[in-house]
């Protein structure tokens, strides 16, 4: 949601936060209030997944967005229940409080339609301790008949209450408006240099969300042994060498006649808009079960979407005293996955940190790849000794030389071979010239495209 830039503030009022930082601004909540709703109608995008079942958001899902000229960083959170004893609901109970105690600013979201229950006054005094800016939001008053509503809400002792419809979009822009001197003006109004993406990938329950944690150093996820716990793609932002890089953890991907409707299948579609903005994928792999035919599926997937990629062999210090493990998982991967030849392989484990350096180290590797350009000088003496060596198979039973290639793209990386109308260059031979390209520049950990245009 943007509007044109306010020019009356300039200097942010929390105390702490330059321009260049990012106020965080959390929503709060009780389960199917909709606070999910309330942060897709900011950002103006369906990025959380909305359901009428309570419990749908588990994990802190972050977007960030500019209003007026500012910037913030908005995070979702699963519903606040500070009785639940269930083991899921405490996970989400923690992401929430750490989401509380990082937020610069707290937005708490109310039902006015079911008006104020024991739960949305245990939070509201959970909150009376937390010296932070907290604007209190009234949802699903969407008409005026519906503001009598508010009275009820008036119990919790606050001066001003935010009567909103997050669903249609009443009240939202009041809401925003009233923190918006809290929020620097962004200097760059947007124009800034996105930062690499990686997308965590893999079937469920194989440590993608463990590997995040790692990452980070925190529960920055909700980690369970229930498969099919992340259902929001969940950025995480770490800087690695003084580069800052995009974490997403996805949904896993099962088998297509698995899936069931509803939130399942608005995760895959989720993990794929994900997959499909990222740069590179990491696809996990479970060390003791080794690679199923789905793996090979999911590989096929990244291959298409044409994204860099490393695989990340996990569990794999419940292997490492068998010494010829190593050998014999390799050996299969290259049987599974004859077409990821090119594709770094790293054997670790999502819980120890001692696996991160070389991980991180890795895909630093492969995004210089995924953006590296071959000068066309270069390139053309490259493709001349390579027509010398393995000369295209022509009709007139003469090499054919006059072919021209030059670099049309990266992310991936993209060439166009420039032959005579009548030529035609046959897999098998773009396969060849492919393997050169590797031999030549590297090109680890990415996939190559050759186009044939005739000249």
Not at 255 to 275: F, M, N, P
Not at 337 to 359: E, M, Q, R, Y
Request: overall charge positive; charged content about 25%.
């Amino acid at each position: 949601m943007r509007k044109k830039r306010s020019k009356s503030i300039h200097q942010p009022a929390l105390p702490g936060i330059s321009e260049a930082q990012v106020p965080i601004v959390a929503i709060i909540g009780r389960p199917n209030v909709g606070k999910s709703t309330f942060f897709n109608r900011v950002l103006g995008t369906r990025s959380a997944i909305v359901d009428d079942m309570p419990g749908v958001t588990r994990d802190r899902i972050t977007a960030e967005c500019t209003y007026q000229g500012r910037r913030l960083q908005l995070v979702d959170t699963g519903g606040l229940d500070l009785s639940t004893s269930e083991s899921m609901g405490q996970l989400i109970r923690v992401q929430s409080q750490t989401a509380i105690a990082e937020a610069d600013i707290l937005v708490v979201i109310m039902d006015g339609r079911a008006g104020l229950t024991p739960l949305d006054q245990e939070i509201a005094t959970l909150l009376r301790d937390v010296n932070k800016p907290t604007f209190y939001a009234i949802n699903k008053i969407d008409t005026p008949q519906a503001e009598p509503l508010l009275a009820d809400f008036y119990q919790l002792g606050k001066d001003q209450l935010f009567p909103i419809s997050a669903e249609h979009g009443t009240g939202v822009d009041e809401l925003l408006e009233a923190f918006l001197p809290l929020l620097p003006v962004d200097p760059d109004d947007g124009e800034r240099v996105p930062f690499p993406r990686v997308a965590v990938v893999g079937r469920p329950n194989v440590g993608k969300s463990t590997l995040i944690n790692t990452l980070f150093g925190a529960e920055r996820v909700v980690v369970s042994d229930i498969p099919g716990t992340t259902r929001d793609p969940v950025d995480t932002h770490i800087e690695y060498q003084g580069t800052p890089i995009i974490f997403t953890d996805t949904a896993g991907i099962r088998r297509r006649g698995k899936i069931e409707r509803g939130i399942e299948g608005y995760s895959l579609a989720r993990t794929l808009k994900a997959l499909g903005r990222s740069d590179i994928a990491i696809l996990i792999l479970d060390g003791v079960e080794g690679a199923t035919e789905q793996d090979t599926k999911i590989a096929g997937l990244l291959l298409k979407q044409g994204r860099g990629c490393v695989l990340f062999i996990n569990k794999w210090d419940l292997r490492q005293d068998d010494p010829t493990a190593q050998t014999q998982f390799s050996k299969e991967l290259h049987r599974r996955f004859p077409f990821f030849t090119f594709v770094p392989t790293i054997f670790g484990s999502a819980l120890k940190g001692s696996s991160i350096d070389p991980l991180l180290s890795t895909i630093q590797s492969v995004m210089e790849a995924f953006c590296y350009r071959v000068p066309t000088a270069r390139l053309n003496q490259f493709l001349q000794k390579a027509l010398e060596d393995n000369p295209l198979p022509s009709k007139r039973r003469s090499p054919l030389k006059s072919m021209f290639m030059t670099q049309v793209a990266t992310k991936p990386p993209t060439f166009a071979l420039f032959v005579g109308k009548s030529v035609e260059v046959q897999t098998f031979y773009l396969r060849f010239l492919e393997n050169r390209l590797r031999d030549t520049f590297g090109f680890e950990g990415t996939p190559i495209r050759i186009l044939v245009r005739q000249r």
